[in-house]
């Protein structure tokens, strides 16, 4: 009966009489010894099979949650031990803290070196944050060269202790080929409270992140309630400067650059200003950096373009000898790689009928020394056409000897920050004299920006600069006030 019932195993017993039953019964048996070991080599198979398909379900899990490149947890793998550290946390531990870590160089490694030396270095990298923090810590790439670190059940102290071994670790400099670079980072904290979820873990180490980038990088900011609201307030800001571009808003104001010697006008400097019916008079310095990081630059850079350039056509139909005047246009690093810029200036200057040497773009030393291939060869065609290149807020940024006489401008704009008590410190004056030397010697002209007595303008004068802007003169101007401004008589410094 068993082996009717599919019992292999079990076996009949044959009779003594040895007669036909007993043969048909040794048949059975042994069919059923038969089958018995096809089916336990088939089960084997199906173990050894079933075996396989978990491992290879696994191998597939650990690859949809782990970072191809390095190794690293990906961004699904470390939400979801965010989610469990929150459970945790939930059932008597403390909650988790998150760092989330930006590389602060990482694209001029991968623009000078290659992608495949930016590889090497976030592999070195990630390397390096594992051998930071502890086993029960999670470390994630979440994309390009932006890094996270899960700690659980998370005392401050600890999160405080991890997140300075790896700023240190990343001081120390990474070899690539022949090079040695160096991708230090900017790191936010995000400690949990009670009631987070893994979105606000991430959201507030995200902006303690660009904190810590916006206070000089290569820090660590602890997230605080106050930088939400930072954040959100820009955000407000942003929408309403795009707003404010749309609706007429925004208008240029023109300074005038002066000379020292006989102070006559040689060029105006176009300004944006923005009045907010709301907010009043919007200072550059709080929403230039806004738009610049929005990416909304690029579509004030234009509309400054249309504006400027139709506004001095009509003061060359006005004012004499106003065609030596020189209108200077300030240039951003997002401008260099819009595709129709040279075209909008040629086309634009057609339309106006104003000669190519008339208008100057500034640009920051910054961006003219750390100028890729792309923004080289943009820079170079703007010279082709006839347009002045100027270097904007010289002394703030590089200010390299060996790169001024290769940055293809005309002249200098030197920062105010340089003169700053020219009138009565004596070593002050040896420094300005040695800047505007060099950058005489490097066959460029210096204006000096930011000039607001007129010692400064008369010292400026006698250490041998020629031109000169700032309050001294006049204060930046709306477009109708231009005009008077030529029948202003500047004083010679």
């Not at 129709?340 to 040497?357: F, N, Q, S, Y």
């Not at 250490?463 to 029948?487: E, I």
Request: charge should be negative.
């Amino acid at each position: 009966m068993k082996l009717a019932s599919g019992d292999l195993s079990a076996r009949i017993q044959p009779s003594e009489a040895r007669d036909e039953i007993d043969a048909v019964i040794t048949g059975v048996n042994l069919l059923a010894e038969e089958l018995h070991f096809i089916y336990s080599d088939l089960e084997q198979v199906v173990a050894e099979r079933t075996t396989e398909l978990i491992q290879a379900q696994a191998e597939l899990r650990r690859m949809a949650m782990t970072d191809a490149l390095t190794g690293l947890a990906n961004r699904s793998r470390l939400r979801e031990r965010i989610i469990e550290a929150l459970d945790a946390a939930q059932h008597g531990g403390r909650p988790p803290a998150l760092l989330m870590l930006d590389l602060d160089s990482f694209k001029t490694i991968n623009d000078n070196l290659g992608h495949s030396a930016g590889d090497e270095v976030l592999v070195e990298v990630a390397g390096r944050l594992r051998a930071s923090v502890r086993e029960t810590d999670t470390v994630a790439r979440l994309g390009g060269d932006e890094f996270a670190i899960l700690v659980p059940n998370a005392h401050k102290d600890d999160v405080r202790a991890i997140a300075y071994r790896v700023l240190r670790s990343l001081q120390r400099s990474i070899t690539v080929g022949s090079a040695s670079v160096w991708a230090m980072g900017s790191i936010g904290v995000s400690i949990g409270s009670p009631g987070d979820t893994a979105a606000t873990l991430q959201r507030d180490a995200d902006v303690a992140m660009y904190v810590a980038k916006s206070r000089g990088r290569n820090n660590v900011q602890l997230f605080a309630p106050s930088m939400l609201e930072a954040t959100q307030e820009r955000s407000r800001m942003a929408a309403e400067l795009r707003s404010g571009l749309e609706t007429g808003q925004l208008s240029l104001y023109y300074q005038p650059v002066v000379a020292l010697a006989t102070g006559r006008i040689i060029g105006l400097e176009a300004l944006v200003r923005w009045r907010h019916p709301e907010r009043g008079m919007v200072l550059p310095d709080t929403f230039i950096p806004l738009a610049e990081e929005t990416g909304l630059i690029v579509d004030i850079g234009r509309w400054a373009l249309a504006e400027a350039l139709p506004q001095l056509k009509a003061w060359n139909a006005v004012v004499p000898g106003m065609r030596d005047v020189k209108l200077h246009v300030n240039l951003s690093a997002a401008e260099l790689l819009r595709k129709d810029l040279l075209d909008d200036v040629a086309g634009t200057l057609t339309r106006c009928g104003i000669a190519p040497e008339q208008l100057v773009f500034e640009i920051t030393e910054t961006v003219l020394m750390t100028r890729e291939t792309e923004e080289a060869q943009v820079l170079a065609k703007l010279g082709g056409l006839g347009v002045g290149l100027q270097i904007d807020d010289f002394g703030t940024g590089y200010s390299s000897i060996s790169y001024l006489r290769s940055l293809p401008a005309d002249t200098v704009k030197v920062d105010q920050s340089l003169i700053k008590g020219i009138d009565a410190d004596e070593g002050q004056r040896d420094f300005v004299a040695a800047v505007l030397q060099l950058i005489r010697s490097a066959g460029l002209q210096a204006i000096v920006e930011g000039i607001e007595t007129g010692g400064e303008a008369g010292r400026l004068r006698e250490l041998g600069c020629v031109y000169g802007q700032g309050f001294h003169f006049s204060r930046p101007v709306p477009a109708d006030a231009v005009v008077s401004l030529f029948n202003a008589d500047f004083p010679p410094a």
